[in-house]
Antibody, heavy 118, light 110 residues
Framework: QVHLQESGPGLVKSSETLSLTCDVSGYSISSGFFWGWIRQPPGKGPEWIGSMVHSGTAYFNSALKSRATISIDTSKNQFSLTLRSVTAADTAVYFC???????????WGRGTLVTVSS | QSALTQPPSASGSPGQSVTISCTGTSSDVGGYDHVSWYQHRPGQAPKLMIFDVANRPSGVPDRFSGSKSGNTASLTVSGLQADDEADYYC??????????FGGGTKVTVL
């Protein structure tokens, strides 16, 4: 069974950089599929942030493309999200997942709450 | 505001059916047969219930079914059980490997 677990700081200061890591078990990232991030602001629906194939090609939500980076470390079987210049609007529960292209998220992590403080 | 529109709540008694709608545009729901549905219980990882409009992953009961007509997709839960109480989200392929989500529907079992 594929298992994903998010980790990272729960509090980030405004204008700084948010960094999260997703540890994957039960499947080798280098074997395929898309690996990506989704966030859900309090009281709102989820928002797709971006996805990356193990080969390195990445796709991003156009609203976040200029601030977001996704990287994959196949040696650790994990992938990461970096979001620069955060504001209060970036406060959300951040989920990592294994995606089938832009079609669906087959497996999700439980999510981690990140709060942006002023 | 989410890209796809869902009713905020739906409810039904045990054994009844409930249907949740998910309305998008011709650029997402109406343009592709790539609508999926997720069940999310508090504190748990969201779970894929339906993909590609009407397909169920292994292990999802056949009480869950999906359909689509034009720019609106629907999830029907038949034979409601207490365990079905959760938030349900739809998503759709939006082109260029992009995904868009709905705002979510809270299903209550009365």
């Amino acid at each position: 069974q594929v298992h994903l677990q998010e980790s990272g700081p729960g509090l980030v200061k405004s204008s700084e950089t948010l960094s999260l890591t997703c540890d994957v078990s039960g499947y080798s990232i280098s074997s395929g599929f898309f690996w990506g991030w989704i966030r859900q602001p309090p009281g709102k629906g989820p928002e797709w942030i971006g996805s990356m194939v193990h080969s390195g090609t990445a796709y991003f939500n156009s609203a976040l493309k200029s601030r977001a980076t996704i990287s994959i470390d196949t040696s650790k079987n994990q992938f990461s999200l970096t979001l620069r210049s955060v504001t209060a609007a970036d406060t959300a529960v951040y989920f990592c997942g294994r995606l089938f292209g832009g079609d669906y998220v087959a497996y999700w992590g439980r999510g981690t709450l990140v709060t942006v403080s002023s | 505001q989410s890209a796809l529109t869902q009713p905020p709540s739906a409810s039904g008694s045990p054994g009844q059916s409930v249907t949740i709608s998910c309305t998008g545009t011709s650029s997402d729901v109406g343009g592709y047969d790539h609508v999926s549905w997720y069940q999310h219980r508090p504190g748990q990882a969201p779970k894929l219930m339906i993909f590609d409009v009407a397909n169920r992953p292994s292990g999802v009961p056949d009480r869950f079914s999906g359909s689509k007509s034009g720019n609106t997709a629907s999830l029907t839960v038949s034979g409601l059980q207490a365990d079905d109480e959760a938030d349900y989200y739809c998503s759709s392929y939006g082109g260029s490997n992009n995904m868009v989500f709905g705002g979510g529907t809270k299903v209550t079992v009365l």
